[in-house]
């Protein structure tokens, strides 16, 4: 949390938990070590869009917040993140996002590699399809 992050109630302001929704999504998809690009995330994603249940509000700690992340719905040219964020352990929100693979030279949506399909079904609990 950032002290920025704190609204005139004295809470995590809601805009905020996109934010580290956002840093979760790197750290997955751009700090997990990965044989070559073509195995990884890292070729352009764009957010199609967002969901997000507020459960609890937050007040700013020093503490970090505990964010976990997994995948799901893994189709050719989209696929989904979900969130579960933590608050000395109890769940605070719940969220996802829907991200669509981008080729940003011509700028268009594009589709996946198997590669790309295979990496991510590493963060999934879902079967291969």
């Known amino acids: 949390m950032r002290w920025s992050d704190m609204d005139v109630y004295q809470h995590v ?6 934010g580290y929704f956002e840093m979760a999504r790197v750290s997955l998809f751009f ?25 609890r509000s937050v007040v700013y700690d020093a503490d970090p917040l ?14 989904t993140c979900h969130y ?3 608050d000395h ?13 981008f080729d940003f030279a011509i700028n268009r949506p594009r589709r996946m590699t198997p590669e790309e399909k295979a990496w991510l079904q590493r963060w999934t609990d879902e079967p291969a399809g």
């Open 13 to 18: 302001n809601n805009v905020a938990f996109l």
């Open 31 to 55: 700090e997990h070590p990965t044989h070559d690009e073509k195995t990884g995330m890292r070729r352009g994603l764009v957010v199609h869009s967002h969901e997000i249940t507020y459960k």
């Open 66 to 79: 505990d964010i976990d992340i997994w995948v799901s719905g893994i189709r050719a040219a989209a696929f």
């Open 84 to 86: 579960e964020v933590f």
């Open 89 to 101: 352990g109890q769940l605070a929100v719940t969220g996802s996002t829907v991200l669509v693979p």
